[in-house]
């Protein structure tokens, strides 16, 4: 599969897990598809304030994280 391109690319995405290894290798793989990874985070506080910075396209949130699971932060980023 070659890299992203066209209207239908996602311009940047946001990585949310508490296991930094995990986020890196996610990061290495969007990218390798030619995306851009804009930012990673483990906690609820560092995704609010990395979304703010970044607007991203789409947010990948692992669902148990150490400050409460992805279904609870999409929820509150949605929100605001």
Same mark, same amino acid.
């Given at each position: /599969? +070659?890299?992203?391109?066209?209207? *239908?690319r996602?311009?940047?995405?946001?990585? %949310?897990? *508490? *296991?930094?290894?995990?986020?890196?290798?996610?990061?290495?793989?969007? $990218? +390798? /598809? +030619?995306?851009?990874?804009?930012?990673t985070?483990?906690? !609820?506080?560092? $995704?609010?304030?990395?979304?703010?910075?970044?607007k991203?396209?789409?947010?990948? %949130?692992?669902?148990?994280?150490?400050? +409460?699971?992805g279904?609870? !932060?999409? *929820?509150?980023?949605?929100?605001?």
């Amino acid at each position: /599969m +070659g890299p992203a391109s066209g209207p *239908d690319r996602l311009k940047s995405l946001r990585v %949310v897990d *508490d *296991d930094a290894l995990i986020a890196m290798l996610f990061g290495e793989i969007l $990218t +390798g /598809m +030619g995306h851009e990874v804009c930012a990673t985070a483990a906690d !609820q506080s560092e $995704t609010v304030a990395a979304t703010a910075r970044h607007k991203p396209d789409l947010m990948i %949130v692992d669902g148990a994280l150490r400050e +409460g699971n992805g279904a609870m !932060q999409a *929820d509150s980023l949605h929100a605001t």
